[in-house]
């Protein structure tokens, strides 16, 4: 359910910059949140404003695509809102985006990119991601009240989002969603512990062989 008392805030960085941890913390904030939207829409170039429009009536905040694209549209049609550029490394985005998509075709990344998988793509991808954030920098370069970059997989949590949107800090941790550099480094410690169980194993073991 949409809140009367919220402005909009539209979260416009790009998909795989921590954009659910954005989501999640908006939720824990009392927004009402959506996207992504329209991924899989055949049509997602000719309708994305319709879409829009019908969907910012719903809800308070938006996340993920399409809504990075159209964020000199929201800012015209919905003045006073908030956005919020999520970003990260573009060394480390790709890594994600190619990880997580491999080669799989959505008409949403076909309307973003051009074509519609990273894998093969890769510098066509960086090179619109890394221009969406620089237009975006200068498009509210005058406007610090309006836009806050938000380097999530870096370590912004509470402590820039709560002042921006004018909200009361939660007593709770700041939300961490689809982490895959968590999940890596938690399968490096499993490896790691699993060889020194079967070392310690082998030892006991050839102690005990000696023993006979």
């Known amino acids: ?3 009367e008392l919220k402005k909009k805030v539209f979260g416009i960085g790009f998909h795989k910059t921590a ?12 927004y009402s949140v959506t996207g992504p939207n329209g991924v ?17 009536s719903k809800f308070d905040a ?3 695509n399409p809504w ?8 015209q049609k919905y003045p006073n809102s908030k956005f919020i550029l999520t970003i990260r490394s573009p060394e480390d985005w790709i890594r994600s985006v190619v990880r997580h998509f491999g080669g ?15 894998v093969g793509n890769e510098d066509i991808y960086l090179f619109t991601y890394e221009r969406h954030n620089k237009e975006v920098l200068k498009y509210f370069k005058n406007r610090p009240d ?16 709560c002042p921006f949107l004018g909200e009361e800090r939660p007593n709770t941790p700041f939300p961490c969603k689809n982490q895959a550099g968590v999940r ?4 490096k410690r499993k490896g790691k512990f699993l060889w020194q169980k079967y070392y310690l194993l082998r030892h006991h073991l050839l102690n005990f062989l000696s023993s006979k």
Do not use: C, H
Not at 109 to 115: A, H, N, T
């Open 19 to 30: 954009t659910s941890s954005l989501a999640a913390a908006l939720s824990i904030l009392g």
């Open 40 to 56: 899989n829409n055949p049509n997602i170039a000719k309708e994305v404003f319709d879409i829009a429009s019908r969907l910012v």
């Open 62 to 64: 938006f996340q993920d």
């Open 184 to 187: 890596e480094r938690w399968e």
């Open 146 to 161: 309006d836009l806050l970059v938000l380097a999530i997989t870096e370590g912004d949590g509470w402590e820039k989002l």
């Open 1 to 3: 359910m949409i809140s």
């Open 104 to 118: 799989e075709v959505t008409p949403m990344r076909e309307w973003i990119y051009g074509v519609g998988n990273p």
């Open 68 to 75: 990075p694209m159209l964020y000199k549209y929201l800012d």
